[in-house]
């Protein structure tokens, strides 16, 4: 199936996407604890609306979290161009593939398919399906929620091994 992609770590490509990665520690970013608390109903970074304005940019996402911090977030707002590697986005199917050191959910719009999106093991690459007929100029906020394994007893740091927006289609026969 002929593809192109846009590389989200790439800043020409992200450009093309007017998209910029912010990124904050913690479950909940600035809450006490990392915003770990009894009975939590849910983060709200994951939201497409949540104001992450105060989050720093972070402008390489290959570089590591590790200021003993269990969470972080990555978040970017993505628009889609009117052509991708040559070819017209109109009508092609929109997947977004990251692979998140160590564990990962992914937030589409503030959803998460939870076969695709969730945790699926330490370090595997992640492949989630946004749109079967992607539109030029529709928007997109992804939210990555970020976190260090093993849980019991985290070691290293967070950070992202890639972000791909790819865009498939079939040929005609």
């Known amino acids: 199936?002929?593809?192109?992609?846009?590389?989200?770590?790439?800043?020409?490509?992200?450009?093309?996407?007017q998209a910029q990665w912010r990124s904050a520690t913690g479950l909940v970013p600035g809450e006490p604890n990392e915003g770990l608390v009894s009975q939590l109903e849910g983060s709200p970074a994951r939201l497409p609306d949540y104001d992450d304005s105060g989050w720093e940019v972070w402008p390489d996402l290959t570089k590591w979290i590790s200021y003993g911090f269990t969470f972080?977030?990555?978040?970017?707002?993505?628009?889609?161009?009117?052509?991708?590697?040559?070819?017209?986005?109109?009508?092609?199917?929109?997947?977004?593939e990251t692979c998140v050191d160590d564990y990962g959910e992914v937030w589409i719009d503030g959803e998460c398919d939870r076969e695709r999106g969730t945790?699926?093991?330490?370090?595997?690459?992640?492949?989630?399906?946004?749109?079967?007929?992607?539109?030029?100029?529709?928007?997109?906020?992804i939210a990555i929620l970020a976190a260090n394994g093993p849980l019991a007893a985290p070691g290293g740091a967070?950070?992202?091994?890639?972000?791909?927006?790819?865009?498939?289609?079939?040929?005609?026969?």
């Open 1 to 17: 199936m002929p593809r192109a992609v846009l590389n989200l770590m790439d800043p020409e490509d992200l450009k093309q996407a």
């Open 72 to 96: 972080a977030w990555y978040r970017t707002k993505i628009v889609l161009p009117q052509t991708v590697g040559g070819h017209p986005v109109q009508g092609v199917r929109l997947i977004f």
């Open 119 to 141: 945790v699926q093991g330490f370090n595997v690459p992640q492949r989630i399906l946004i749109n079967i007929d992607a539109q030029q100029g529709e928007t997109h906020t």
């Open 158 to 173: 967070v950070f992202l091994r890639y972000a791909n927006l790819c865009f498939e289609w079939r040929e005609d026969a």
